[in-house]
């Protein structure tokens, strides 16, 4: 009875009651308007035939477009109504506009170092093309005078957290998607209090959908009473909006402008192995000092700039100017960031690209595999043309459908010769991609649609940095942990119906 009670006045059924009742007021004005039933049939249905075609002309992925059309051509009454009320961008153009403006504003602190950028080229012109990319259309730019480290567990990034914010004298910025009360976050929210007591600017950004079961109402009214200043991304309203799906899935971590973190792991005690609702969860995280931390900096800043509608002085938290920055290099180090606010899909992109020019080898782990034609023929001909593709991805699911919806792509890429390896321990949450011994990718974007298309992401890009070879060192030997699926295993997995259900699912995936 407890468990029923605390359900009933919980935050997320009041949101869902609130939304099957605008559902209900809609069903309700539908039914009012059947007298006119004629004229409202033939006024939508045509709306819907302007809808498709639109839709077949946007230059958008294949999968959107078939998706959409097929729901709306089955559903020629509302398909339409649906498409513009939950298929468009769900940020309004204001937000857009805003957006962009932030971005535009920071551009004096991501300018590239041309001369970084031509040692670049001169020693590999494909990922100085790679990195090139990244610069024009993520819009921070490459940095050598950068040192890094990779965390292979949630538990090792966790304690050098701690020693890394224990240290700080002027400034801590959080992101994260997720936080939960807990060993983990509540161990950070001790120093946090302690150095905004000591006068030391800690900023929180947290993203409200994320974090939607698993903090108070209004919890940032507690940060602030602690004396933190705090942001929360996007909202949740009860309102029927395709918005819902725009949230913030960075997690970034800024020190005094010189030492940053960032990877998969969020503040919640699964990621350290407190509690196990998924078996062993397994994620990882890098560590940036230097001169590469700027661009994780402004990247947060404008975020809370976005958020607050600010338009603030960045310079005293760029690298050096707070406190004395460690200007020595290790490898090639290029933070991104992609958002869902424009038409370039920088995740997904990067990843491609990588697959595209890899040579020998590329490793790849991802929690879910829900991904269109493009990457799914890139992963095969990349096989196909003998390179050593692996991919690995959870024993245990977080969410069942998902899991399923990631074994019905392992079929195809087997054929094609891509090795698949589940970690039976538990659950993967890690993204990663490494090629070639030369570069890496660590960051938050998943091989899915909301990664690519949904959500606010970041990443590191690597080359010929220590973590290269740290990522492929953490890779072989999780993989020893791993069953390495094969076509039999598909056939055991799924039956008939299965594969059929599944097939349809993977039609609509695009939506969700």
Same mark, same amino acid.
């Given at each position: 009875?407890?468990?029923?009670a605390?359900l009933?006045v ?18 309700d004005?539908?039914?009012?308007l ?7 049939y ?16 946007k230059?958008?992925?294949?999968g ?9 051509l089955?559903?020629?009454i509302?398909?339409?109504?649906f ?39 001169a020693?590999?012109?494909?990922a ?9 259309f993520?819009?921070?730019p ?14 090792a ?7 890394e ?8 910025f959080?992101?994260y998607f ?18 905004a007591?000591a ?8 993203d409200?959908?994320g ?7 209004r ?6 009473r ?24 960075r ?13 998969g ?14 078996g062993h969860?397994k994620?990882?995280?890098v ?13 947060? &800043?404008?975020?809370?700039? *976005?958020? #607050? $509608?600010?338009?603030?002085d960045?310079?005293? %938290?760029?690298? +050096? !100017?707070a /406190?004395p ?5 290790d ?13 370039e ?12 020019q890899?040579?020998?080898y590329?490793?790849?782990t ?10 799914m ?11 050593d593709?692996?991919l690995m ?5 977080d ?10 792509s ?7 010769g891509?090795a ?7 659950f993967i949450?890690?993204?990663?991609f490494v090629?070639?011994?030369?570069i890496a ?5 998943? &091989?899915?649609?909301?990664s *690519?298309? #949904? $959500? ?6 690597? %080359?010929?940095a +220590? !973590?290269? /070879? ?9 993989q ?10 598909c056939?055991?997995m ?14 609509f995936?695009?939506?969700f």
């Amino acid at each position: 009875m407890k468990k029923i009670a605390k359900l009933l006045v919980s935050r997320m059924f009041i949101v869902i009651l609130l939304m099957l009742l605008q559902f209900g007021v809609l069903i309700d004005f539908v039914y009012h308007l059947s007298q006119y039933f004629v004229y409202l049939y033939a006024a939508l249905t045509l709306l819907s035939l302007v809808v498709v075609i639109r839709i077949v002309n946007k230059d958008i992925d294949p999968g959107f477009k078939l998706a959409w059309s097929i729901v709306i051509l089955l559903v020629p009454i509302f398909g339409g109504l649906f498409y513009m009320i939950f298929g468009t961008n769900g940020m309004r153009k204001s937000y857009i506009r805003g957006y962009a403006k932030v971005h535009q504003d920071s551009a004096p602190y991501r300018q590239p170092d041309p001369a970084v950028e031509e040692r670049l080229r001169a020693l590999d012109h494909g990922a100085a093309n790679q990195s090139h990319y990244i610069s024009a259309f993520s819009g921070y730019p490459l940095c050598d005078r950068t040192t890094s480290h990779y965390f292979p567990s949630g538990e090792a990034k966790f304690e050098a957290l701690k020693v890394e914010l224990q240290k700080a004298r002027h400034f801590i910025f959080l992101e994260y998607f997720i936080l939960e009360e807990g060993v983990m976050w509540n161990s950070i929210l001790e120093i946090l209090t302690e150095k905004a007591a000591a006068g030391v600017d800690v900023r929180v950004i947290y993203d409200d959908i994320g974090s939607l079961q698993t903090l108070p109402y209004r919890y940032d009214e507690e940060l602030r009473r602690r004396g933190i200043r705090c942001a929360v991304f996007n909202p949740f309203r009860p309102v029927l909006s395709i918005r819902l799906n725009n949230r913030d899935h960075r997690k970034i971590v800024v020190i005094d402008g010189n030492v940053g973190f960032t990877g998969g792991i969020n503040l919640a005690d699964e990621y350290i192995n407190v509690t196990h609702p998924h078996g062993h969860w397994k994620d990882t995280a890098v560590i940036l000092r230097g001169e590469a931390v700027r661009s994780l900096t402004v990247m947060f &800043l404008e975020t809370w700039d *976005f958020i #607050h $509608h600010t338009h603030e002085d960045y310079g005293p %938290y760029m690298p +050096g !100017v707070a /406190a004395p920055s460690d200007q020595s290099g290790d490898g090639f180090v290029q933070v991104y960031g992609d958002s869902p606010l424009d038409d370039e899909r920088v995740g997904e992109y990067t990843y491609l690209d990588i697959i595209n020019q890899a040579q020998d080898y590329v490793y790849i782990t991802s929690p879910y595999l829900i991904v269109g034609n493009e990457m799914m023929t890139a992963l095969e001909l990349a096989a196909k043309r003998g390179v050593d593709v692996r991919l690995m991805t959870p024993g245990i699911p977080d969410k069942k459908y998902v899991y399923l919806m990631t074994r019905a792509s392992y079929e195809p890429l087997i054929r094609a010769g891509v090795a698949l390896y589940e970690y039976t321990p538990g659950f993967i949450h890690a993204k990663s991609f490494v090629s070639d011994d030369e570069i890496a990718v660590v960051g938050t974007i998943n &091989l899915d649609y909301r990664s *690519f298309y #949904h $959500h606010f992401e970041n990443g590191v890009w690597f %080359y010929r940095a +220590g !973590v290269v /070879a740290e990522v492929r060192q953490d890779f072989l030997e999780t993989q020893q942990r791993c069953h390495r699926v094969t076509l039999e295993d598909c056939r055991k997995m799924m039956s008939l119906p299965s594969r059929l259900a599944l097939g349809l699912m993977r039609v609509f995936a695009p939506l969700f």
